[in-house]
């Protein structure tokens, strides 16, 4: 019999041609974990928005990997030591960094499970290296920064890592958004290890800032559109009220039963954590849209408004604001809900809701991006007085409620 081709060429329509570095990545590819990531939508209900935005963790992983593989062709040809154990190690990392994240990605981030994605990543990596025969222990000391040579885990998670280049080149080439596009291909080049740690040429520093100033764009933008978070927070209320209802015996249809189940246990405890990861890795985007559509005929009222606004894109107002909203506005938008929609004040205070965006497109407290100058010596980014406007934490205040 003859042996299976591994080393597939896959054609995505970001990068062109881009191939499997190792026969392992071709076998984890195909295991149920990695494609259950084709039906993780990458940007949740952003294309709600952008209908073009249809793209998965799928896509976005497959990215990730090929990026990787440059930079770690660009590092070794400037004479950094890579080996082929490290090369499939860190490719293996960055593969599977987005195993831990549920349906509609972060929309529903620690809905389902109370526990951050990278967390529910490591744990599904750990439980894959035992059947894997433990060949995914470097990939998870790389993932965990354990190993030894660090800047192996800032390729995969950092203020600058294959992750992110991709996300923001992916995320819009598919929602159109052009002015989120950036210089991958430069930044990449301009890579350097000094004293192990991921460093950038001082000729890259403008594409560094593009990348930057992307990013931020990206955000207000695409990420924190105003519509995108209406939609996602009624996803995110629909779901916690379905929760609610199914623990008090008053859920009138099934919540999926392994939704219904994987919400009793809690990742706290040790002794559920098999459990919640079997159930967790047979969620996906379908099963909360056919618990949507399965709710719209149902008696709760709060249930049946969001599923169907959901599903119809009869989608919630929401208005975005510098400082909070006073509280005599909130009173007069309550007013307009109960009269029009003909509903009491408590109903009312289900559909409404207020809080805060935050956004940070460079973190300064993080592992910041070091400049490698012409002199050899190394400045820490936030060090440059053009950067200053960039870093800015940034809060919006938002108050979401029925259109009337």
């Avoid at 990596?125 to 192996?152: C, P, V, W």
């Avoid at 923001?168 to 052009?178: I, K, Q």
């Avoid at 009793?264 to 056919?290: A, C, K, M, P």
Wanted: net charge negative; with cysteine; proline share 2%.
């Amino acid at each position: 019999m003859s042996k299976i081709n591994k080393k597939k060429i896959l054609n995505d329509p970001v990068y062109g041609f881009i191939s499997l570095p190792y026969e392992i990545i071709f076998d984890l590819i195909q295991h149920p974990y990695f494609q259950r990531l084709r039906r993780i939508k990458q940007l949740g209900l952003t294309e709600l928005i952008y209908p073009g935005a249809h793209h998965s963790r799928f896509h976005h992983a497959l990215g990730a990997l090929h990026l990787t593989t440059l930079a770690v062709n660009v590092l070794r040809s400037k004479g950094v030591e890579i080996t082929e154990e490290e090369s499939e190690g860190v490719s293996i990392a960055i593969l599977l960094h987005d195993l831990g994240h549920g349906p509609f990605s972060h929309a529903l981030e620690e809905v389902l499970v109370h526990c951050p994605h990278e967390i529910l990543s490591l744990a599904i990596m750990e439980r894959l290296n035992q059947e894997f025969d433990g060949k995914l222990s470097l990939a998870i000391d790389i993932f965990t920064g354990r190993y030894h040579k660090y800047f192996l885990h800032q390729m995969v998670s950092g203020q600058l890592d294959m992750d992110r280049i991709d996300y923001l080149n992916r995320d819009s080439f598919y929602s159109g958004v052009l002015e989120g596009k950036i210089g991958y291909d430069r930044i990449i080049k301009m890579l350097q290890v000094v004293e192990d740690r991921l460093v950038v040429e001082e000729k890259g520093i403008y594409s560094i800032e593009k990348f930057l100033i992307a990013r931020k764009i990206m955000y207000w933008q695409v990420y924190l559109h105003k519509t995108v978070l209406s939609a996602e927070l009624m996803l995110t209320r629909a779901i916690q009220r379905a929760i609610e209802l199914s623990r008090g015996g008053l859920l009138e249809h099934d919540l999926g039963s392994s939704v219904r189940k994987l919400v009793t246990l809690d990742w706290s405890n040790q002794g559920q954590r098999d459990e919640i990861l079997d159930l967790f890795t047979e969620i996906d985007d379908h099963d909360i849209v056919i618990f949507l559509k399965n709710s719209f005929l149902c008696g709760d009222y709060i249930l049946r408004t969001l599923s169907q606004g959901l599903i119809l894109r009869h989608l919630f107002r929401l208005e975005l604001n510098v400082n909070p909203f006073p509280s005599d506005y909130l009173d007069q938008v309550r007013l307009k809900v109960v009269q029009q929609l003909n509903i009491n004040s408590e109903l009312a205070n289900n559909l409404i809701w207020q809080g805060s965006e935050n956004t940070e497109t460079y973190n300064t407290q993080d592992d910041e991006i070091n400049i490698l100058m012409k002199d050899d010596s190394i400045r820490k980014l936030s060090s440059f007085e053009e950067y200053e406007s960039i870093t800015n934490h940034i809060t919006k205040y938002y108050l979401c409620y029925p259109k009337v």
